[in-house]
Structures are given as structure tokens and as C-alpha cells.
């Protein structure tokens, strides 16, 4: 993102700069309770950093609707809005890292590994209150539109760990987990920046579609990390730990050489963390990698091309850089 690049930044890059700052400093006042253990907690996540780029695309979203000012009430609730979709994607996180058995994120050891897991699941659970508890704030079309994501949010977890049933094409139901688990979050960020920004009804659904798209190419391209990088700040191959078939598993699942026969065989059953290991290093050399990144390229690439409608400028621009951003990731 030019926003934070060491190039001279615009008018528009200084104060894109500001709001999410500004962000994140509201994130961490959003979770400090008068708990000592509660407060380090629910800040250990935040504190960690991250991408941020779903507060990004509320941001980006409300600069599709008219103009606002610093200080302005719209900019305020641009902010809440950002902070919301943030404490939801830091909530899932720590219910994530339960259910995998983490021991690392973002570089640092997860709060589960920290605290437990008793204390990390109700921590996720005060994130997501008050997570909730922010939205009202909104108005009640903003509570409904968080409502469906968040039930999309728990379908999309519970698809995942009953896996695909019996007759349904194991990618297909792996997209739609993408879908829901994922980019249902992403989607409802740009357009919740939409809806306060005061964008047209035509505008919103156009970036839904923009964050529903982008964020099964970001999820599909954090799948490929997931097997192909050591520096991730996560444990690699959690999702070959937990029995999760991403696209890259399910791609070389479909070999027929009889050079593959070794790594068929590991993918077929559980595996202790030897046999992940060995099956890291077979997938890493795959044409099955290779296959993925071209898929995430493509499916890229039709996701910049939804932005063709909106009006140019450096809004429209900033989407299109995540566009490619999420293909050299996987590089």
C-alpha cells in the first residue's frame, strides 16, 4: 500500500496514514477493562500488529459516499465501524488458535499457549461483546449486515471441522468455507464503509462483491503460506496438522504419478508431526504450488476487475493494490 511505503505520500496517503492510527489506538481503548490478566489478554493480539487491511477497506469503502472531513461525525463512525470488523477477525483468532491447538501467533506465543485455553476462548468471547456492543452504535442496518456476517462467520466454522458431506465435491465445499468463514468478514467491511460513507445502494454491493471476491483470493493465498513459508509468525502446516484439504492439498490429492505414491499416502490419513514435516517438504516441490498461485493470480485479477464501474482516484487505486499485493504474497 503506498500508505505506508517510504515514498512521499499524497494528500490522500497522509490522511489514509492518520485514520488508521487513529484506529489503532481505538482498538486498544476498545478492549481495556479495569481486569489486569482481562486487559493484557484481549490486548495480546492487537499488540502483536497485523495486516489490518479489514479497518483498510472501511476506510477505503467510505470514500466511495461524499466527502468528509477529519474530525467530522461521519470520520468518528467510519472509525467505529473499522474497530468493530477488527475485534471480530482478533476474536476469531483466539477461538482459532483453541481449536488448532496453536502454539504461535503472529510471531509471539498464542494466548492459548499463554493463558490457556479456558481463559483465550472467553477472551475471544469479551472481544466479540464488545465488538457487538460497538455496532450499535451504527443504526439497525449496520446491526443487521453484522448479524448475517456473523452467522455466515459460524456456519463457515462449523463447515470446516464437520467436513465436506458425503457426494460434495471437497473443493466446492472448501470454497465455501473460504466464503463464509472468511470473506464474509472482508466483504462486510467494505461495504459497512460504504453505508457510512453514504455510497449508493449500487456502490455498496459493488464493494461487497470486491471484499467477498478478495477475500477468498487472500484466504486461498494464505492456504499457500501456510505449506510454502517458514516466516509466517504461525506454526507452518496447521492446516495439514488439523486435517484441513486447502487447494493445494486438494490439487495434489488428484496426482496419478507414481513419484507422488509417498505423498498420497501421508495426505490420506492423520499424521504425527514428523510425517507434516515430510509432507511439507513433497508438497513445497509439487506442481500442485505452481497450480495454486496460478489459480490465486486468476481469481485476482477478476477481483480488480470488479472495480471497473467506480469512479478512478486513489481510493479505487488503494483496492486495486491489494489485488496485487495478494499475488506476490505467495512468491
Known amino acids: 500500500m503506498k500508505a505506508v511505503s517510504a515514498e512521499p505520500m499524497t494528500g490522500f496517503d497522509a490522511t489514509l496514514r492518520d485514520r488508521m492510527a487513529g484506529i489503532e489506538s481505538a482498538l486498544l ?23 489490518r487491511f479489514r ?26 465501524g473499522a474497530v468493530v470488523v477488527e475485534l ?31 481463559l483465550a476462548i472467553l477472551v475471544g468471547d469479551y472481544l466479540f461483546a464488545r465488538a457487538t456492543d460497538l455496532v450499535t452504535d451504527l443504526g439497525l442496518d449496520i446491526v443487521r449486515t453484522y448479524s448475517a456476517m456473523f452467522n455466515r462467520l459460524v ?65 486461498l493465498s494464505d492456504d499457500i503460506i501456510d505449506i510454502t513459508s517458514d516466516e509466517t509468525g504461525k506454526t507452518p502446516g496447521t492446516d495439514l496438522r488439523e486435517g484441513v484439504d486447502t487447494l493445494p492439498i486438494l490439487l495434489a490429492r488428484r496426482s496419478t504419478d507414481p513419484a507422488d505414491a509417498r505423498l498420497l499416502e501421508l495426505l490420506a490419513g492423520e499424521r504425527t508431526d514428523p510425517e507434516v514435516d515430510e509432507a511439507l ?18 481469481r485476482a485479477e477478476a477481483t480488480r476487475r470488479i472495480l471497473d464501474p467506480l469512479p478512478d482516484g486513489p481510493a479505487k487505486q488503494a483496492l486495486a493494490d491489494l489485488c496485487d499485493s495478494v499475488v506476490t504474497r505467495t512468491t
Open 29 to 51: 481503548a476498545a478492549v481495556e477493562s479495569d481486569n489486569p490478566v482481562l486487559n493484557e489478554a484481549s490486548r495480546h493480539i492487537i499488540q502483536a500488529g497485523g495486516k
Open 55 to 80: 479497518p483498510l477497506l472501511v476506510v477505503l469503502g467510505s470514500q466511495f459516499g461524499k466527502p468528509y472531513d477529519s474530525g467530522s461525525e461521519i470520520e468518528r463512525r467510519v472509525a467505529v
Open 88 to 118: 471480530t477477525h482478533v476474536a476469531s483468532l483466539y477461538h482459532d488458535d483453541v481449536m488448532d491447538d496453536a502454539t504461535v501467533r503472529r510471531g509471539s506465543p498464542s494466548a492459548n499457549a499463554r493463558w490457556g485455553n479456558l
Open 155 to 219: 456456519r463457515g466454522q462449523i463447515a470446516e471441522t464437520v467436513g465436506p458431506a458425503e457426494g460434495v465435491d471437497p473443493r466446492e465445499h472448501y470454497l465455501q468455507v473460504l466464503a463464509d468463514k472468511t470473506a464474509a468478514l472482508i466483504s462486510t467491511s467494505a461495504r459497512v464503509g460504504a453505508m457510512i460513507g453514504g455510497a449508493d445502494p449500487a456502490t455498496q454491493d459493488l464493494l461487497a462483491d470486491f471484499g467477498e471476491q478478495y477475500g477468498v483470493v487472500f484466504q
Open 281 to 298: 517438504g513433497l508438497l513445497r516441490k509439487h506442481p500442485a504450488i505452481e497450480q495454486a498461485r496460478a489459480d490465486v493470480a486468476a
